[in-house]
């Protein structure tokens, strides 16, 4: 989820005015504003992506200010720097924003001409992260669609990691919808992680790019700034609530207080939460999840009812974990009397949805079931809705925002949620009757469809239905979508189906891990290149240093490989070549 363009500064930009103190009324009112403006657009199918961002980041940053920039002036290292320029990755971790031009002296910028991009900042320790501010150089000029500047941030990734090393980072954006014409800048992402670096990341390895893409990839970075708890153990309004006492470590979600983890002896029980209770009554959330079903009349003490006179209705149960989802019982508010087309709670019931999140975050969330078929004399009550998902939270949504409403619905939104049931495998990697067998075991997370077994996602190196097939065709990684790089191959082999690595190197004029970067001292010569092995010839000599020859070369000037060694530039040479076998 992204924060963007006016938004992210303005919010940004409050916390830096307000490091020593809580919310105070300007502050206040300018979110709730904010907040007021986008809460119908959200719901309207023709809002704007950018409406839908910045209202789910606005409202989490209402209710959980984080506004501690814990990068501030830390260690920040850059791959490919510009050498001989005072442009160093720790410029982008100074707290100043002010120039965006790199003669400014404020902006970490990497060297020109290079496939991947990559920075990174040291927060010092494992930190209990929130979200990333990112301002992008733009030379001082207006960032429009005509900016050369916008093509070079395109495709970018934040990845937060415990370590220095790629293969332990884990992913938190990828920009893979934006272009030169929406690319905002300044963006802040949402990042509900734990971790010690922070890493931007960009590449331009494999073509062909998007539309609009630069045909290099640079850092850019004119000021990057991670908010969140510089101790672990906090979370909530300025780091200041302790995370529950039986949580794993001290440690907790940064937003809503929940634990990572219990420790030993110690588990969670099923928590549910509603938006708009009706305060000073006992139907809280968790009444729709305790099991009981017998008195729909909120006097009975078995509903989760909301606030009257709402245009939202919102309520969500947390599983604990990702769980592998089948079906949603819905047990709707009756009030003890017939379930007719006069009933007047079947209006409130019209229009809901059902959704399946891994987060609390409304980006997040993917739709399950949403009505727009029912009338008051067909919606059912109960109603059971089939959710072969996965996740964490189940949420069930209404609303009342954008009227005229169709014929028969209520003029608020209501939650009057009697029970609320979840169905499906207490235990990821399995499927089927009784959650008893096991997931094929290259599905990604060991997590499969829980009817058919059929996979979500494969393992890197593996694709089809039960990732039972090594990727072909040159390619490898995940889903087989990357392209091999320029590798060496000798007999027939292909790159390394997960990693990408090439089995004896790279082929002459690339370099690098997976032989996508040219080698510039290679530029401008001739390179041989590689018949297959029935066309080796086989000789002896003590001047050189090669097993196999390809072909006796003769007049110009060319690069030989042999294995993982490129030898200098050569004529050829004045001597006699005896060939064996």
């Known amino acids: 989820m992204e924060l963007i363009g006016d938004m992210a500064t303005k919010i940004t930009d409050m916390c830096n005015g307000n490091k020593e103190s809580n919310l105070d009324s300007t502050m206040d009112a300018t979110l709730n504003d904010t907040m007021e403006n986008m809460e119908a657009d959200y719901s309207n199918k023709d809002s704007t992506k950018e409406n839908e961002d910045n209202k789910v980041a606005a409202s989490t940053l209402k209710k959980e200010l984080i506004c501690e920039n814990i990068a501030l002036h830390r260690h920040a290292w850059q791959r490919y720097p510009f050498h001989g320029t005072p442009w160093n990755a720790t410029y982008a971790v100074d707290g100043r924003r002010s120039d965006l031009d790199p003669a400014g002296g404020q902006c970490a910028i990497s060297a020109d001409g290079k496939s991947i991009a ?3 900042v040291d927060l ?8 990333v501010f990112i301002q992008y150089r733009t030379d001082n000029v207006a960032w429009d669609k005509n900016d050369y500047f916008k093509s070079r941030v395109l495709g970018f990734s934040i990845y937060v990691s415990n370590t220095t090393y790629r293969n332990d980072w884990r992913l938190c954006f990828k920009d893979n919808k934006y272009t030169r014409a929406t ?15 922070v890493i931007y990341y960009n590449n331009r390895t494999h073509h062909p790019f998007p539309a609009g893409y630069s045909t290099y990839a640079f850092n850019d970075l004119c000021e990057v700034e991670v908010y969140g708890c510089l101790t672990l ?7 200041s609530t302790p995370c529950p006492e039986n949580c794993k470590g001290g440690d907790c979600d940064i937003v809503d207080g929940t634990c990572v983890s219990c420790v030993p002896g110690y588990s969670g029980s099923i928590h549910a939460w509603q938006r708009y209770p009706f305060h000073g009554t006992p139907w809280n959330a968790t009444y729709a999840v305790d099991g009981r079903r017998s008195d729909l009349a909120p006097a009975g003490g078995q509903c989760a009812i909301s606030a009257d006179d709402k245009s939202i209705a919102e309520w969500r149960v947390d599983l604990g974990k990702v769980r592998n989802l089948h079906h949603v019982f ?18 409130r019931f019209l229009g809901f949805s059902i959704y ?9 969330w993917r739709l399950c079931f949403k009505d727009n078929k029912y009338t008051r004399a067909t919606i059912p009550n109960p109603i059971s809705v089939t959710c072969v998902m996965h996740g964490r939270y189940v949420i069930y949504y209404n609303n009342r925002t954008h009227s005229p409403f169709p014929a028969g619905y209520s003029t608020y939104a209501f939650n009057d949620l009697c029970e609320v049931e979840v169905y499906g495998c207490l235990t990821l990697g399995y499927y089927g009757e009784k959650c008893s067998t096991p997931c094929p075991k290259n599905c990604k997370g060991g997590d ?3 009817v058919d077994g059929t996979c979500i996602s494969c393992v890197h190196g593996y694709t089809g239905s039960i990732c039972n097939k090594v990727c072909n065709n040159n390619t490898y990684g995940p889903n087989c979508s990357m392209t ?12 390394n189906h997960v990693t990408g690595q090439c089995p004896r190197g790279c082929a002459s004029g690339f370099q690098g891990d997976l032989c996508v970067e040219s080698r510039d001292e290679f530029k401008n010569k001739t390179t041989v290149a590689w018949p297959t092995y029935n066309d080796y010839k086989k000789f002896d000599t003590t001047n050189l240093f090669l097993k196999e020859v390809i072909m006796i070369i003769t007049g110009e000037p060319a690069v030989v490989c042999v294995d993982t060694f490129c030898s200098k530039t050569w004529m050829s040479p004045p001597l006699t070549f005896k060939a064996r076998g």
């Open 330 to 347: 819905i047990q709707y508010r009756t009030d003890n009397v017939a379930w007719d087309e006069n009933d007047y709670f079947k209006s």
């Open 118 to 120: 990559e920075w990174r």
């Open 183 to 197: 690319i905002p800048n300044p963006i802040s992402v949402t990042c509900v992680m734990h971790g010690r670096y």
């Open 356 to 364: 399946v999140s891994n987060t609390i975050y409304r980006n997040d």
């Open 233 to 239: 153990g906090y979370y909530g309004e300025n780091c």
């Open 124 to 131: 010092g320790e494992v930190r209990n992260l929130h979200h």
């Open 448 to 450: 499969c469809d829980i």
């Open 484 to 495: 091999c790089g320029h590798c060496l191959y000798l007999y027939g082999e292909k790159c």
